[in-house]
C-alpha cells in the first residue's frame, strides 16, 4: 500500500470546495506520455493553477499504471524544480470500470479514482459506487461517480444518444454512495466529434458548423438540488478548428469534427461545476504540430524535433484552458 501523501500528491476534497466557492473548475488533463505530462505540469506552474493528471483505462493499457504513477510523482517534484513552492497535483483514475481497478489505483498511489457506473441499472451503480467509496475513504482518496451518459463512447460503454442526468435522482446517490463529486450529463461527449452536422447549425460568416447548446436547465436542476456539490464535466474538449485545419492541410483527414464552444465552458465554470475533463484538444494540439513539422521538415527523424514543439504545443493550449476557460490560474 502506497499513500499518494508520501507522494507529495492531494485528493480532491479541498481544491473542489474552493473551485466551487470561487467560480472556477480545476482542469483534468488526461496523460499517457512524457510530453504531454511535461505540458500539463509547465503549464499548471506558469499559470500558477491546481491540476488534475488523469489516467484512463486506455492510458494504463498503453503505458502501464505502475510507470504512470511514477511519473505522477516526478510531476510533482518537477513542478517544484520549475519555481512552485506547494504544486497541488491529484492523480485521477478516469473512468474506473471496478472495484478492482479502484483498489489497485488506491493501493498504488493515485489520490483520487472515478468509479464509472453510469451505464449500469440505478441501483447497480449506486451499490458499485459506495463500495468504492467506503474503501476509499479508509484512505483519505476521494471518488467521482457518474449518473447519466454521454453520448458517444465512455470508454467501452457505448450509447448512440446521451441521457442526461435527472436531478431528481442525484440527492439520493450522492446520499446514499458518500461520493465526493458527481460527472453528469448535460450534452457534452467524449472524442473529436460531438454532434452530428445535422444537430448543428452553419455560422453564415465562417462556414464552421455551430453545435446545440448545453442543457444549462439541467445543470441548474442539480445545483438546485445539491447546493454547492462539486460537478464534474466529462467530454469537455472544444476541438479548436485552427488545429483541426492544421491536421487537414499537412495530410490529415478530420471531416466535421465538432466541440463544445468556450464560452459554453465558461459559463459551467462559474457554476457547481468543480472540474472540466479534457484529452481530445490536447491530442490534436500534438497531432497538429507533429504534422506540420514532419511536413515542413521532411528529412528530420529525431523524435525531440518533432515531439518538441508538439509538447509547446499542448503547454499553450492547457495555459489558454486554465486562464481563459476554466478561471483557476493564481489559485496557488
Ligand atoms: O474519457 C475518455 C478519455 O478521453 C480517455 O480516452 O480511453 O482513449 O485513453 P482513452
Ligand atoms: P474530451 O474527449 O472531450 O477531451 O473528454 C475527455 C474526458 O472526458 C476524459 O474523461
Ligand atoms: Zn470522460
Known amino acids: 500500500m502506497i499513500s499518494y501523501k508520501t507522494l507529495g500528491l492531494v485528493n480532491t476534497r479541498?481544491?473542489?470546495?474552493?473551485?466551487?466557492?470561487?467560480?472556477?473548475?480545476?482542469?483534468?488533463?488526461?496523460?499517457?506520455?512524457?510530453?504531454?505530462?511535461?505540458?500539463?505540469?509547465?503549464?499548471?506552474?506558469?499559470?500558477?493553477?491546481?491540476?488534475?493528471?488523469?489516467?484512463?483505462?486506455g492510458a494504463r493499457d498503453y503505458a502501464n499504471q505502475t510507470l504512470l504513477r511514477y511519473m505522477a510523482e516526478g510531476a510533482v517534484g518537477y513542478a517544484k524544480e520549475l519555481g512552485c513552492e506547494k504544486p497541488e497535483i491529484?492523480?485521477?483514475?478516469?473512468?474506473?470500470?471496478?472495484?478492482?481497478?479502484?483498489?489497485?489505483?488506491?493501493?498504488?498511489?493515485?489520490?483520487?479514482?472515478?468509479?464509472?457506473?453510469?451505464?449500469?441499472?440505478?441501483?447497480?451503480?449506486?451499490?458499485?459506487?459506495?463500495?468504492?467509496?467506503?474503501?476509499?475513504?479508509?484512505?483519505?482518496?476521494?471518488?467521482?461517480?457518474?449518473?447519466?451518459?454521454?453520448?458517444?463512447?465512455e470508454d467501452e460503454v457505448s450509447s448512440e444518444e446521451s441521457h442526461y442526468t435527472k436531478p431528481e435522482e442525484v440527492v439520493d446517490f450522492v446520499t446514499k454512495t458518500g461520493c465526493d463529486s458527481l460527472a453528469i450529463s448535460i450534452g457534452t461527449s467524449h472524442g473529436a466529434y460531438k454532434f452530428t452536422p445535422e444537430q448543428c447549425t452553419v455560422d453564415p460568416?465562417?462556414?464552421?458548423?455551430?453545435?446545440?447548446?448545453?442543457?444549462?436547465?439541467?445543470?441548474?436542476?442539480?445545483?438546485?438540488?445539491?447546493?454547492?456539490?462539486?460537478?464534474?464535466?466529462?467530454?469537455?474538449?472544444?476541438?479548436?478548428?485552427?488545429?483541426?485545419?492544421t491536421i487537414n492541410k499537412y495530410g490529415g483527414k478530420l471531416v466535421a469534427a465538432v466541440g463544445i464552444p468556450e464560452e459554453q465552458l465558461r459559463k459551467a465554470s462559474k457554476s457547481a461545476v468543480c472540474k472540466i475533463n479534457i484529452d481530445s484538444d490536447s491530442r490534436l494540439a500534438m497531432t497538429a504540430a507533429v504534422r506540420k513539422t514532419l511536413a515542413e521538415k521532411p528529412g528530420e527523424f529525431d523524435p525531440r524535433k518533432y515531439l518538441g514543439p508538439a509538447r509547446e504545443s499542448m503547454k499553450q493550449l492547457y495555459m489558454h484552458k486554465i486562464i481563459n476557460v476554466l478561471g483557476s490560474n493564481d489559485k496557488l
Open 14 to 57: 479541498e481544491m473542489f470546495a474552493k473551485a466551487v466557492k470561487g467560480g472556477y473548475a480545476i482542469p483534468a488533463f488526461n496523460f499517457n506520455n512524457m510530453e504531454q505530462l511535461q505540458a500539463i505540469v509547465m503549464a499548471a506552474v506558469e499559470t500558477k493553477s491546481p491540476v488534475i493528471l488523469q489516467v484512463s483505462k
Open 90 to 153: 491529484v492523480l485521477h483514475l478516469d473512468h474506473g470500470d471496478s472495484f478492482e481497478t479502484c483498489k489497485s489505483c488506491i493501493d498504488m498511489g493515485f489520490s483520487s479514482v472515478m468509479i464509472d457506473g453510469s451505464h449500469l441499472p440505478y441501483e447497480e451503480n449506486v451499490a458499485l459506487t459506495k463500495k468504492v467509496v467506503e474503501y476509499a475513504h479508509q484512505f483519505d482518496v476521494t471518488v467521482e461517480g457518474e449518473l447519466g451518459v454521454l453520448a458517444g463512447v
Open 205 to 245: 460568416e465562417t462556414g464552421r458548423l455551430l453545435p446545440p447548446p448545453l442543457a444549462f436547465d439541467v445543470l441548474a436542476a442539480i445545483e438546485e438540488q445539491l447546493p454547492g456539490f462539486p460537478i464534474v464535466l466529462h467530454g469537455s474538449s472544444s476541438v479548436p478548428q485552427d488545429d483541426v485545419d
